[in-house]
């Protein structure tokens, strides 16, 4: 299997531009998740799906942030616009619940916006 | 709720000397631990996990870890440390009523002298 596999591996942009960052799950999880990764904050869990629909988007940090999972191959995170506090890098993983709870990471994106 | 809290950001060993790295979580129900590393600009890979089942669990690269329910805690060992564990290691927390849910601790970032 080839894992989780993120596109743009390295991003970057200028303030106020939409930034859109693409996840293929490995095949037969049905469970997505979107994190982001900085200095200050740590990892954090942004939304997760379980088949194909959002179960949790709580830690969307604003509504310039949105997700979709059209389906259970493919997922974006969007950012519009995009301001330089969104700067980090933001993986994607995903699980089934026969592995217990086991979450694989793809690579990262690593976004930075100017 | 669940949290996790890892005891120290940075750790610093010599090769050859034990690794030790502390992790206690938080959960009102039985847990699944987990302990992951990062390598530098890479995603998060599995060490190894807890599941109820053994409390000693061994993991990839000679990597070990213990669950103590009495303590709440579920530190992660290695005898003999290489330049190759040279990484960051995050704990983390997840309980079936979280709903396949990660909660990671804040990471602890290992640095291996020669």
């Known amino acids: 299997d080839a894992g989780v596999i993120q596109s743009p591996r390295h991003e970057v942009t200028e303030m106020g531009q939409e930034v859109t960052l693409r996840c293929k799950p490995i095949?037969?999880?049905?469970?997505l998740f979107w994190y982001r990764q900085t200095m200050m904050r740590g990892l954090e869990l942004l939304i997760y799906?379980?088949?194909?629909?959002?179960?949790?988007d709580s830690g969307m940090p604003e509504d310039r942030f949105s997700a979709k999972m059209p389906n259970a191959s493919f997922s974006t995170l969007k950012i519009q616009p995009s301001e330089p506090r969104d700067s980090a890098v933001y993986f994607c993983?995903?699980?089934?619940?026969?592995?217990?709870?086991?979450?694989?990471f793809g690579p990262g994106t690593r976004l930075l916006v100017l | 709720a669940q949290s996790v809290t890892q005891l120290g950001s940075h750790v610093s060993v010599s090769e050859g000397a034990l690794v030790l790295l502390r992790c206690n979580y938080s959960?009102?129900?039985?847990?699944?631990l987990f302990w992951y590393v990062q390598y530098p600009n890479q995603g998060l890979q599995l060490l190894l996990k807890?599941?109820?089942?053994?409390?000693l669990v061994k993991g990839i690269n000679g990597f070990e870890a213990e669950f103590k329910k009495s303590e709440t805690s579920f530190h992660l060992t290695k005898p003999s440390a290489h330049m190759s564990d040279a990484a960051e290691y995050f704990c983390?927390?997840?309980?079936?009523?979280?709903?396949?849910?990660?909660?990671f601790g804040g990471g602890t970032r290992v640095l291996v002298k020669p």
């Open positions: 993983a995903s699980s089934s619940p026969t592995l217990q709870e086991t979450q694989y």
């Open positions: 095949s037969g999880h049905d469970y």
């Open positions: 799906f379980n088949n194909n629909v959002p179960i949790d």
């Open positions: 959960s009102s129900v039985p847990p699944y």
């Open positions: 807890y599941t109820s089942a053994a409390t």
């Open positions: 983390a927390v997840s309980t079936k009523a979280a709903g396949n849910k990660l909660t």
